[in-house]
């Protein structure tokens, strides 16, 4: 991910600011809906990922949204429910969802800040890369599920394979 390189520390910047300039320098499409919400579409190795920015300055929290560019069928939702659970064992930061009205697989986050510890642009830079490397690590576990039929279990083990050796 490239970096913004000129910009004040300020605390009295608007996170989604500091989105809209990473956003900039990767060259990423991007729509300001609001002073406070930002939306910008990325390229994933599986799939291309809508993000979603959300500022509440009220509670000094950022929120982040990362969507799949895949919807989970009416008659396939069951099977991902535990699929989700199993994912979100996995992670550190953020966690796996689905979206009900839309039927999309959402990584989501929120970041908490003070008037002493601003978000920075390198912690967004970070939440980003996360989503990011977070979505295109479980997408195969979900199209394993939703297309190929396979249980939870066998979907992760499947989507996590490390290969060993070369070609």
Known sequence: ????????????????????????????ASDRQSADELAIQITGQWCD????????PESHSLFITCALDMRVPEGSREGIYPLLAKI?????????????????????HTLMSTQESPISLRVV?????????????FYPAFQ???????????????ALIEPVGRA
């Not at 809508?50 to 509440?56: D, K, L, S, V, Y």
């Not at 830079?125 to 690590?137: L, N, S």
């Open 1 to 28: 991910m490239s970096k913004v390189s000129v910009l004040d520390a300020d605390a009295t910047i608007n996170p989604i600011d500091l989105v809209e300039d990473v956003a900039g320098a990767n060259v990423w």
């Open 49 to 56: 990922m809508q993000m979603w920015f959300a500022w509440r």
């Open 88 to 108: 979100n064992e996995r992670l550190w930061i953020g966690h796996f969802e689905l979206w009900s009205e839309e039927g999309w697989p959402t990584f989501r």
């Open 125 to 137: 830079e970070d939440v980003i890369d996360a989503a990011r490397t977070e979505c295109d690590r």
């Open 144 to 158: 394993f599920v939703i297309w190929g039929g396979r249980d939870p279990d066998e979907a992760i083990d499947a």
